[in-house]
C-alpha cells in the first residue's frame, strides 16, 4: 500500500466527475474502480468503514448533516480500517498500476478523512456552476432550488477550508474541462507528475446552455419568476466568490 499513489475526485453529483473518471481509468498507469455493479462504480458503496451519503439524506442533501463530514479526528481512523478499506477498494483495482483512483461525490466533505487513511493521496476536486448542477440533480433529489443551490455553496465552503489541510490538491471548473481539455488535462498531468490524454471518452461542449435556458425559462415565468429573484437575492453574492453567477453565465 505504501507504494502506491492515491488519486481521490469529488464533486457534487452532476459536476462532471463521472467523465473525469473515465478519461483518468484510461490511462496506462491508473486504475479506477470498475466492475463494481454499483452506480458509477463510486467507492462509497463498495466499502463498510464509513457510511455513504445516502444515509445522510443523498443527492443534494447530505453536505447539510454535519455527521456526513468526516476529518483527520474521526473514530473511524486507526490502522484496521486503513486496511480494511484497502482491501475493499483493492477488489477493483488493477493493484499493478501507480495510480489507484477513487471517486465518490461525497469525498468533497471528506478530504481531510482521506488523507489520514491514505497519506500519499492526490485530491482533485470539480465545480460546476451551481444552475447547472441544481437543475441536473432536482429530479432525484427531489427539493427545491433553493435548497440545492444552498447545499452547493455548504458543501465548496467546507471543501475549501478543508484543502487547506491538504497536502496534495487541485480544483478545476467542469467548464474548463469541456472547452479547453487539453489545457485542463495538461494541469492534471503536473498535478500527478504522469502523461494525462483524453483519446477513448466522449466530451461534448456547450453541456451547461439547457440547463441556463431552464433557469431563463424559470425567471420569466409567471409561476416561478418570483422564487428565482429572491434566490439570486440570498445567494449571488457567495456564488459569485466561486467564480460563478445566477445572473450573468
Known amino acids: 500500500m ?3 499513489k492515491f488519486v481521490f475526485i469529488s464533486g457534487l453529483h452532476r459536476s462532471g466527475t463521472s467523465l473525469f473518471y473515465k478519461i483518468l481509468d484510461s490511462q ?10 454499483e452506480i458509477e462504480d463510486e467507492g462509497q458503496f463498495v466499502q463498510s ?3 455513504p451519503a445516502y444515509k445522510f439524506g443523498g443527492v443534494g442533501k447530505f453536505g447539510f448533516n454535519k455527521e456526513s463530514q468526516l476529518n483527520e479526528s474521526s473514530f473511524l481512523i486507526n490502522d484496521k480500517n486503513r486496511i480494511k478499506l484497502f482491501q475493499e477498494w483493492s477488489r477493483y483495482w488493477n493493484n499493478e498500476k501507480k495510480y489507484l483512483v477513487e471517486k465518490s461525490p461525497p469525498n468533497i466533505i471528506r478530504t481531510r478523512f482521506l488523507q489520514e487513511m491514505f497519506p500519499n493521496s492526490y485530491f482533485i476536486n470539480i465545480t460546476r456552476h451551481p ?4 437543475l441536473a440533480t432536482q429530479k432525484w433529489s427531489k427539493t427545491s432550488l433553493d435548497s440545492l443551490i444552498d447545499h452547493w455553496i455548504v458543501c465548496h465552503k467546507i471543501y475549501n477550508n478543508d484543502k487547506t489541510f491538504l497536502k496534495r490538491s487541485i480544483n478545476f471548473k467542469y467548464e474548463d474541462l469541456i472547452e479547453n481539455t487539453d489545457g485542463t488535462l495538461n494541469l492534471i498531468s503536473e498535478f500527478l ?3 494525462i490524454i483524453n483519446s477513448e471518452v466522449e466530451i461534448r461542449k456547450g453541456i451547461n446552455q439547457k440547463y441556463f435556458k431552464m433557469w431563463e425559462k424559470k425567471k420569466n415565468s409567471l409561476f416561478s419568476k418570483r422564487k428565482i429573484r429572491k434566490i439570486i437575492e ?9 467564480g460563478y453567477s445566477l445572473t450573468n453565465y
Open 49 to 51: 468503514v464509513y457510511l
Open 28 to 37: 496506462m498507469d491508473i486504475s479506477a474502480l470498475t466492475n463494481t455493479n
Open 2 to 4: 505504501e507504494d502506491k
Open 193 to 195: 507528475k504522469t502523461k
Open 234 to 242: 440570498k445567494y449571488e453574492n457567495e456564488v459569485t466568490n466561486f
Open 131 to 134: 444552475i447547472a448542477t441544481s
